[in-house]
């Protein structure tokens, strides 16, 4: 879809039948029809026949889609609703973002996001999460809200590791870091990496590697994100093999725009582990009660929430439950957790609450956003369920030999990465 004919033309598939109306979160939340699948859709077809003008309100309700693609799941017309979103973005003039050039250069550069990690990492050490959330509570709550996100960022340590003399039997996977998961959650990289070592993986971490560009590609820009794929293609074009995406929002556009060419060797951990043998991760078989939460990406976006499912199911001493609407946005939605706190809270509150009666030792979830997202609720609320990745999961699982506990980020880890 690239100009208002494309866009009309997917926009007539919807027949309007209201059957999105009940699996949108905006809907539910504000009742207004404007916030609703079948409401942004008129809208579009508004703006692109040149009866509405692309003002505030008109942008308001757009951009309060939460990008989840529930409605998609649900249709009965297969109306394309995340390309729609993306495409009109893209037909529109995009807001003004003072910020896009320093965060364009952090997508783009490794050395930059390793400062930021760094600073991360000393804002933690500091304390200036403790000190911003107990200053936000008097005079600015918001800051005391946003604080809460800092306690759950653990970036990882410098990539490429140096290699270790194990031999590989299985083959060869690439990891691909991606910018979040690199600079908010190094113990899953490390995770990922010990599970596949222990079953006969060699794992490589492409150098040169960039940000899949999803961000760019959403708030419309193309090009942006176009260029970031084609560094990841030249990246990763020099290692065969499967390519190990471990956020299912990364992975849902590395398998498509993003993907310039590698889509079709991008996956997941949960189904690369799919048909295989886990004997020789020689699994603990303590009870352990697991909670999952299935987050839009991997549910409306990949399809592929069964995988994760399966995995936890194959755990010995596992038992697995779901978080009640998983079929739900939690509310992280990206950056919508901290731009658009009303309705990422709001979202997250009865997830919150079926959490604290379930009592779960271990929340699981595919996704790094929803993850910091539910965790800092979890926080909030006074609970200390801890929030993993699966591959953090499976690591805390593995023999005393290499287990990672839960709350360690920087063990090294037992694999030829390089
Ligand atoms: S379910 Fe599909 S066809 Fe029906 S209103 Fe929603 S988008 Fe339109
Ligand atoms: S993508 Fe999600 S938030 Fe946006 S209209 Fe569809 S169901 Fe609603």
Redesign the pocket.
Known sequence: MTNSADILRDTDRCVKCGL?LP?????QINRNEG???RG?ITLMQGLMQGALKDDATVRRHLE?????????TVCPSGVP??DL?DATRRVLIPPPQPSGAIRGYLLSHSGARRVASGSLRLARGMGLGWLAGHLGNAQRPGMARNATFLADVTPPPRWPRTPSPVTATRGTVSLFTGCTAETFDGPTLEAAVQVLTRLGYEVVVPQGQVCCGAMDHHAGGVKDAAALARRNQAAFAGHEGPILSLNSGCRVHLHGAGGDGLGARVTGLCRLLADLDLTPLQLVDTPLKVAFHTP?TLRHGLGEADFMVALLQRLPGVTDVALPDNAF?CGGAGSRMLTDPRMADQLLAPKLEALEALAPDVLVTANVGCGLHLAAGIRRRGLTVPVLNPARLMATRLGPAAAIGPSSGHHPPQSPVR
């Open positions: 999105c699996h949108c979160p905006t809907y916030d609703s699948p942004r309060g889609c939460l990008g989840c693609r529930a409605c998609e609703f995340g979103m839009c946005c």
